[in-house]
């Protein structure tokens, strides 16, 4: 008998946890503070039953667990109904909006330090290109996977205590040419230039821009590395045809162009606070 009461106590606490059904229309708001006090009361009437027929508290447990997830349904509907948290405001932190809210700021302050500074880079070569001398320093320094630090070592100690093998806990640089660092950065700042997050990168005006000057000066490094020549007119027509394209790229990903002026300084690589147009 008491095992049947306890049953019948228990089909009764689920019934009595159970929310009100969802409003038809989506404008319908919920009464809630009813649905609330239902829940004291019925958290009340089933605690005390409880104690008084020995049932098991674990299953009144889930009862009240199943009733506070409906509740949050029921109540997230509401806000939907009313318009404070529609399907329209939550898309418009991503999708189609991502790219031109977020995700170019984020970008200009990661790479523009360093597309800069390629282009600096690049225009240096510039006087040596005119004279078609190939093994001048600042072209095959352009080129040299050693000559660049693209990510400075660091101190690898824990809570000041060194607790590597060769007690000086100094990391390891990472060198690149100032060439390879140029196509990482302007790719990446060329592929955060989209509308929607559906395009493919290689049909973006930028990412296309900026594989065409990359193919170009592919074709210059081969030549200037391999056989380096005091009068190489062909790397002469590279370079020009790479600049012509470089001039397109930097107005798409909206920097100044090569002969503004702008990039006769050097320019700090590292991620800055600001998108830096120096």
Do not use: W
């Amino acid at each position: 008998m008491k095992v049947t009461a306890c049953l019948l106590l228990l089909a009764g606490s689920a019934s009595a946890f159970a929310p009100a059904s969802l409003p038809s229309k989506v404008g319908t708001s919920l009464p809630y503070s009813t649905a609330a006090q239902a829940a004291r009361k019925s958290s009340r009437h089933v605690t005390s039953t409880s104690k008084s027929d020995d049932c098991s508290i674990s299953s009144i447990t889930d009862d009240r667990r199943r009733f506070l997830q409906n509740a949050a349904a029921a109540s997230l509907a509401a806000l939907v109904g009313s318009g404070i948290a529609s399907p329209e405001t939550a898309s418009a932190s991503g999708g189609a909006t991502a790219g031109k809210y977020t995700t170019i700021p984020i970008a200009k302050r990661r790479y523009y330090g360093r597309v800069q500074e390629a282009v600096h880079e690049f225009l240096l070569m510039g006087p040596a290109i005119v004279k078609g001398d190939m093994t001048d320093p600042v072209v095959q320094d352009f080129f040299d996977v050693s000559k660049t630090v693209i990510v400075e070592a660091k101190r690898q100690d824990v809570n000041g205590q060194c607790t590597k093998k060769d007690a000086t806990c100094k990391g390891k640089e990472i060198r690149d040419s100032r060439y390879n660092d140029m196509k990482a950065s302007m790719y990446l700042l060329g592929n955060a230039f989209r509308i929607n997050q559906t395009k493919a990168p290689d049909n973006l005006p930028t990412v296309q821009a900026a594989k065409k000057f990359f193919k170009v000066m592919d074709n210059m490094e081969k030549r200037v590395v391999k056989k380096p020549s005091t009068s190489d007119t062909a790397s002469q027509k590279l370079y020009l045809e790479a600049l012509d394209i470089l001039d397109t790229y930097l107005d798409l990903v909206e920097l100044p162009p090569t002969d503004s002026g702008n990039y006769d300084k050097e320019f700090d690589t590292k991620v800055g606070a600001t998108a830096r147009i120096m």
